[in-house]
């Protein structure tokens, strides 16, 4: 219990000092007139947390591997020192030694491991955060049921079910601080996020819910020769113990073992790509965790039929949906932006959830519009060999625009990110002049000519939606005459706006010295216990106090 105290205490105590750091240079400095201080010095800063991360990742193991492969998958918001930094995370975890695991799988299967099993290899094949494998091969009676001999047997890590509620519980603290970030808020809801992770995380220590994911992904996949998915042992399968048939084949991204076997690794990407997109966009059911390590290039024997080849999906604890309306969405924004429609991208923006609803879009779809008059008429591989000034030109030119909409995070998005970043990660190590995009045209033009099956149908909707417009208009003109009656009418006043702004911020500064006052209190009373940490508290009411002394100053 002492031990799980003292990592609650760690995890917060990393993320209060690198939250205080990122307040006072990237928050607190510009406002003052430092602002290149901040500039000067952010790329050594993200190496920095990035490095003190990954040490922390390795020697805490449990929930906070995950949240590293996380952030190493964003990609696309996350600057590359950070990225880079983490990417080797899930290779980098030890396994646990082989009297522990087997233990563990004794107790779940109730017999000992060398009768359940004709044979187990003590050497773990993969070590991950929550759990590790081992080859194994079926007694004689269970080879006969299965039709099975090659099996890997699956155990989770001893005690991960309480580190898992730790790590949990600290996330939580945490992204509750964040809540109050108010330019982490107007983006994202922290909170549900940490509770989506919260609940994939425990359904990948829930092996018998991997096995039913397993099972799923298969049948979506039951006719495609494309795909191939490891059969479950259900007799050898409990909440902390998955039987698998073994499928060992070709690592996906084994670029020199690919060659020897007459696989072209660049033929493999594109396919690859088209896999995920089938599960993202029409099956909803998606493999979050598409990382090298799950993923092999069985050869099949010719005369089959296809490339030579398929692609082995293993490891389903981390698996995604997509609703119906949010594919919906998804498949839209496809199709705009393989047909370079600005209008339609933000139309489809606004389907899947990522503008808030007050969002005034008219800025965007200029924006959008600009874009693919300016690059439109290249294909998606040739704007790599674009002068990196004209993407600059345009950054500047509309960087504010896009800035100032309230974008957020919606729920569920968390694992299309994920897979898409890895998709594209993979692919690029396949290819390096892969190009996700390259992959989209074709898809897109094939859900195009589906989408065009219900032209009619969505005519017939359009002429609805504009009868029924017309006839609600005359009752809409009616109460807007009476508001102008009733004096309850809205109207934009720039001064008097400038008027709340002053009042806005005096309540800021009165904050800001409400939160000195309580950084200050709370380190002196902390110190006693953790001089460290009370220092740092005591140090960082410094900040609110400046902002407050800042910001009186500049509302004179």
Request: glycine content about 8%.
């Amino acid at each position: 219990m002492r031990e799980h105290r003292g990592r609650y205490r760690r995890i917060l105590r990393f993320a209060a000092w690198h939250l205080a750091t990122t307040w006072w240079f990237e928050l607190l400095l510009p406002r003052v007139g430092l602002g290149s201080i901040s500039g000067r010095t952010r790329s050594r800063r993200m190496q920095n947390f990035a490095r003190r991360f990954h040490d922390l990742a390795i020697d805490l193991g449990g929930l906070m591997i995950k949240v590293g492969q996380f952030l190493s998958s964003r990609l696309d918001v996350l600057p590359p020192e950070i990225t880079k930094e983490l990417e080797g995370l899930q290779d980098e975890v030890p396994p646990v030694a082989f009297p522990l695991i087997a233990a563990l799988a004794e107790r779940e299967l109730g017999a000992p491991v060398g009768r359940v099993y004709a044979s187990v290899d003590e050497s773990a094949i993969a070590a991950a955060s929550l759990g590790q494998a081992h080859r194994a091969r079926l007694n004689i009676l269970d080879a006969e049921d299965t039709g099975l001999d090659a099996v890997v047997m699956k155990v989770q890590r001893p005690g991960i079910g309480a580190i898992v509620d730790v790590d949990l519980a600290a996330l939580r603290k945490v992204a509750g601080w964040l809540s109050h970030v108010r330019l982490v808020s107007r983006r994202a809801d922290m909170p549900a996020l940490v509770e989506e992770f919260a609940q994939i995380s425990l359904q990948e220590i829930d092996y018998l819910h991997e096995a039913v994911n397993a099972e799923r992904f298969a049948a979506d996949f039951a006719g495609d020769a494309r795909v191939a998915v490891p059969e479950v042992v259900w007799e050898r399968t409990t909440r902390r113990v998955l039987t698998l048939e073994d499928v060992t084949a070709i690592k996906i991204t084994d670029a020199g073992a690919l060659r020897t076997a007459g696989i072209d690794p660049a033929a493999v990407a594109p396919v690859f790509a088209s896999i995920m997109f089938d599960q993202l966009f029409t099956n909803g059911f998606f493999h979050a965790d598409p990382h090298p390590g799950n993923i092999f290039v069985t050869p099949v024997p010719a005369g089959t039929g296809g490339p030579g080849w398929k692609l082995t999906f293993i490891d389903f604890g981390m698996m995604g949906e997509v609703t119906a309306s949010t594919r919906s969405g998804l498949r839209k924004l496809l199709i705009a932006a393989a047909a370079r429609d600005g209008k339609g991208l933000v139309a489809a923006i606004n389907d899947v959830g990522v503008l808030m609803p007050s969002a005034d879009s008219a800025g965007l779809e200029r924006a959008m519009t600009q874009l693919f008059a300016r690059f439109g008429g290249m294909g998606f591989a040739e704007l790599r060999e674009v002068d990196p000034r004209e993407f600059r030109d345009f950054a500047v030119e509309f960087g504010d625009v896009v800035r100032s909409l309230p974008f957020q995070l919606p729920e569920n998005f968390l694992l299309i990110i994920r897979a898409m970043s890895l998709t594209s990660g993979v692919c690029s190590a396949l290819d390096e002049r892969f190009n996700l995009w390259d992959s989209v045209e074709p898809y897109a033009a094939q859900l195009l000519r589906n989408e065009r099956g219900n032209v009619v149908q969505d005519v017939a909707r359009q002429a609805l939606d504009a009868a029924a417009t017309a006839f609600r208009l005359p009752g809409r003109l009616d109460a807007l005459a009476g508001r102008l009656e009733e004096g309850s009418l809205e109207v934009a006043v720039p001064r008097l706006e400038r008027q709340a702004a002053r009042l806005e911020r005096a309540a800021r500064r009165s904050g800001s010295a409400l939160v000195f006052g309580a950084l200050l209190v709370a380190g002196a009373i902390v110190r006693s216990d953790d001089l460290v940490f009370g220092n740092v508290l005591m140090a960082v009411s410094a900040v609110p106090l400046l902002h407050a002394l800042w910001a009186g100053r500049r509302g004179r």
